[in-house]
C-alpha cells in the first residue's frame, strides 16, 4: 500500500461516513440549523464539495463539475455567525456535486508522485502536500461532527 493509497481511502471513506449522516435527510430537514448562527447539512455538503473541488483542481484535475452560478458566494466562509440557509439549492443535487468533486479529487490524489507528497501545501496543521491532502479527509470528518448535532436535532438516531 503506498501513501497515495492511503489518502484516498480516507477521503474514500470520508465520503461513505458523510453519506450515512444526511442520506436519510428530507430536504427540509437538510436546510435545518440547530440554532441560530449554526450551519445546515446543505451548507457543511456544499463547502466540502468546493473544497474538494479546488483541491482537485490545485492537483491538476480535469472535467471539474460546474458549480451552479452564484453558489460558491453562497458558501464562503465568513468566521460569522450564519444567516438564513434555505436556499442553497437540491440537496441531491449538492450531494452529486459532492460526490463528483471528491471522485475527482481522489483521483487526483493517486497521481501525486512520491517528490510530489513531500511539496509545499497551504493546509493548516500540515508540513506537507500528502499530510495536507489527509488533512482534507479530516476536514470532511471534522463537519461530519457538525452533522451529528444536526441530525441529534432533529430527532434523529445517532450513525453507528
Do not use: Y
Request: net charge neutral.
Amino acid at each position: 500500500m503506498t501513501p497515495n493509497d492511503l489518502i484516498a481511502g480516507g477521503h474514500r471513506m470520508a465520503k461513505q461516513f458523510l453519506h450515512r449522516m444526511v442520506d436519510d435527510l428530507s430536504p427540509a430537514e437538510f436546510r435545518h440549523q440547530p440554532v441560530p448562527g449554526a450551519n445546515s447539512a446543505a451548507w457543511v455538503v456544499g463547502h466540502l464539495a468546493l473544497t474538494a473541488r479546488r483541491t482537485a483542481e490545485r492537483l491538476g484535475a480535469t472535467d471539474l463539475p460546474a458549480v451552479p452560478p452564484g453558489l460558491a458566494d453562497r458558501l464562503t466562509v465568513t468566521k460569522q455567525p450564519a444567516g438564513d440557509q434555505a436556499d442553497l439549492g437540491d440537496p441531491a443535487g449538492l450531494l452529486r456535486l459532492f460526490d463528483a468533486c471528491t471522485d475527482k479529487l481522489i483521483e487526483a490524489a493517486r497521481a501525486v508522485s512520491a517528490d510530489g507528497l513531500g511539496g509545499p501545501t497551504t493546509a493548516p496543521f500540515a508540513t506537507n502536500l500528502g499530510e495536507g491532502l489527509l488533512f482534507l479527509s479530516l476536514h470532511v470528518a471534522m463537519h461530519s461532527g457538525q452533522l451529528s448535532t444536526i441530525r441529534r436535532s432533529l430527532g434523529k438516531p445517532p450513525v453507528a
